[in-house]
């Protein structure tokens, strides 16, 4: 497709550059249930497919918006290593989704 792809051997993790896009990558399964469970051998628990993330001025406000709609919020605020607020949830079809808040530095 002739896209830019930044990876790191052995990190199951990509970037790629997608014009008009801020952030797309590809995330291995066992990767995602790291971060999102805490533990990578549950990666039962990440549909195979996708997971989409969305960017927001406030996790917290919006994980409380879901939540009001009854919707499974599998992994509360959390501050990433490098300064992301992250929060995981399944959309009512089942993709595992995202919200993340963005540090001021970015």
């Given at each position: 497709m002739g896209l830019e792809?930044?990876?790191e051997a052995g990190s199951g993790?990509?970037?790629?550059?997608?014009g008009g896009t801020l952030h797309f990558a590809i995330w291995e399964r066992g990767n995602a249930a790291g971060?999102?469970?805490?533990d990578r051998s549950q990666k039962e628990k990440i549909p195979v497919g996708f997971s989409i993330g969305f960017?927001?001025?406030?996790v917290e406000g919006a994980v409380r918006e879901i939540e009001?709609?009854?919707?499974?919020?599998?992994?509360?605020?959390?501050e990433e290593a490098w300064g992301q607020v992250t929060?995981?949830?399944?959309?009512?079809s089942g993709a595992l989704c995202e919200f993340s808040e963005m540090p001021k530095a970015w």
């Open positions: 792809v930044e990876h993790y990509a970037l790629v550059k997608v971060a999102t469970f805490g960017e927001v001025d406030s009001a709609r009854g919707w499974s919020v599998v992994q509360s605020r959390k929060s995981r949830f399944y959309s009512p």
